[in-house]
């Protein structure tokens, strides 16, 4: 083991053991993952060490996982907890890219699709047939929906801008139009309300993780501004612990753990909202919450490095650039 940049005595002392901590935090969450897709997508009977043998295999995905992670982190020791918060902050950057991109691809979309079918002109463009499935949550969510999504997956591993200032000017522009076909035009249609609901959603969701990269959430900090950046943190470490990994997982755990929880079974029965001619992406917003809690629970683990690093007094503090940071 390599020594640590400043080895001060007590718990949170060992870089490796805190790089093992945030690391296998995170594959037990990939596996989590993995067993849902698996179980609710797959058709697998589910993690268990008392059932069939396929159940078994789900298991082990968590011991294995671990394993990896611990592996990973003894062979790059040379690595300091700074270096290891930003490569996850920056794998989490990845994430929230190829989301923003999908939610902009697919708003325009079906937007689209939801306005051809309201004015009458899909049957023409596409045929009845075509139009018909074009109707059924299933089919759009599986044929028009999925491949959007792997669209928005390519553009954000080959931007590097996460472009939340472009979905708000795309908010801003839906609303705009909204205004004006309603009072100038007499013209209004689900669809246009839901594409405001579903670019919020995924705005403020989204961009959740980056706001604490940056300092930017709204903290009450009379005491904390005044303490020294060891004890600051201290706070930061044990709070994200317990309070901001906690709702990560609590998030996580009660929305995708049965089929009937309020994660998974939108997702699986492609909900859509009540007016037919709204958007097919209801189910989408249901996901958003689930990508919030991973892009969180990412975050959180890169800034419980960063925190024992501040603690520690480990050289290389960077300090938020954002206009909120504290």
């Known amino acids: 083991m390599t020594a640590d940049v400043q080895g001060t005595a007590g718990p949170l002392s060992g870089t490796r053991f805190i790089r093992i901590l945030g690391w296998a935090n995170l594959a037990v969450m990939y596996a989590f993952l993995a067993n849902a897709f698996l179980t609710f997508v797959g058709g697998l009977p589910g993690a268990s060490l008392t059932g069939p043998p396929l159940g078994l295999a789900q298991a082990a995905l968590y011991p294995i996982f671990i394993a990896i992670a611990i592996w990973a982190v003894i062979r790059t020791d040379y690595r300091t907890l700074r270096q290891d918060s930003l490569r996850i902050s920056d794998m989490n950057a990845t994430l929230i890219r190829c989301a923003f991109w999908s939610v902009v691809v697919l708003g325009v979309v079906d937007?689209?699709?939801?306005?051809?079918?309201?004015?009458?002109?899909?049957?023409?463009?596409?045929?009845?047939?075509?139009?018909?499935?074009?109707?059924?949550?299933?089919?759009?969510?599986?044929?028009?929906?999925?491949?959007?999504?792997?669209?928005?997956?390519?553009?954000?591993?080959?931007?590097?801008?996460?472009?939340?200032?472009?979905?708000?000017?795309?908010?801003?522009v839906a609303e705009l139009l909204i205004v004006i076909c309603r009072f100038i035009f007499s013209y209004e249609q689900a669809f246009m309300a839901d594409l405001i609901r579903f670019w919020y959603g995924a705005l403020f969701l989204f961009a959740s993780a980056h706001t604490l990269l940056e300092e930017g959430h709204v903290r009450v900090d009379i005491i904390f501004a005044s303490l020294s950046t060891r004890a600051k943190g201290r706070i930061n470490a044990i709070g994200t612990i317990l309070l901001g990994m906690t709702l990560c997982w609590m998030i996580l755990v009660l929305g995708m753990a049965q089929k009937s929880s309020v994660i998974v079974s939108p997702v699986l029965n492609f909900e859509t909202t009540q007016s037919g001619f709204g958007l097919y992406l209801k189910y989408m917003m249901a996901a958003f919450l689930g990508i919030f809690a991973v892009s969180m629970m990412i975050q959180f683990t890169s800034y419980l490095l960063a925190a024992v690093a501040d603690y520690r007094g480990d050289p290389g503090r960077i300090e938020p650039a954002g206009a909120g940071a504290h």
């Open 111 to 172: 937007a689209g699709i939801s306005f051809l079918r309201v004015e009458g002109m899909l049957e023409g463009l596409v045929g009845d047939d075509l139009a018909g499935d074009l109707g059924r949550s299933q089919y759009r969510g599986v044929y028009v929906h999925m491949p959007l999504i792997v669209v928005g997956i390519i553009i954000g591993l080959f931007t590097k801008d996460l472009g939340f200032h472009w979905l708000a000017l795309l908010i801003v």
